[in-house]
């Protein structure tokens, strides 16, 4: 079974920053896209970053020039390098692979993990 577990978050004062990581496990060979979503209370789950394969990636317009993402293809971990964060950066984090197959011959689509809260407070 193929999981995806973050960690990182926690409470930061304004300006802060953070890293936050998503590790994924389960006999994992490759993993395509992988990205960034988050939801703040009472608000949808929106896109934050996402990094093909490759190594191309794109940001939404709030965060861009401030958090940076990459990934460790190896290791099979995704980041999320969070710098000058706002109050309104405040959410759960979650990490999401669209499809991944294990060295089984499984193939597993649309992936979440558990979500990590990151808290930017004074």
């Known amino acids: 079974q193929v999981q995806l577990v973050e960690s990182g978050g926690g409470l930061v004062q304004p300006g802060g920053s953070l890293r936050l990581s998503c590790a994924a496990s389960?006999?994992?060979?490759?993993?395509?896209?992988m990205s960034w979503y988050r939801q703040a209370p009472g608000k949808q789950r929106d896109l934050v970053a996402a990094?093909?394969?490759?190594?191309?990636?794109n940001y939404a317009g709030s965060v861009t020039g401030r958090f940076t993402i990459s990934r460790d293809n190896a290791k099979k971990t995704l980041y999320l390098q969070m710098n000058s964060l706002k109050p309104e950066d405040t959410a759960v984090y979650y990490c999401?692979?669209?499809?991944?197959?294990?060295?089984?011959?499984?193939?597993?689509?649309?992936?979440w993990g558990q979500g990590t809260l990151v808290t930017v407070s004074s």
């Open positions: 389960g006999g994992i060979l490759s993993i395509n896209t």
């Open positions: 999401y692979v669209d499809s991944a197959r294990t060295t089984a011959g499984r193939r597993y689509v649309d992936l």
């Open positions: 990094i093909t394969t490759g190594g191309s990636v």
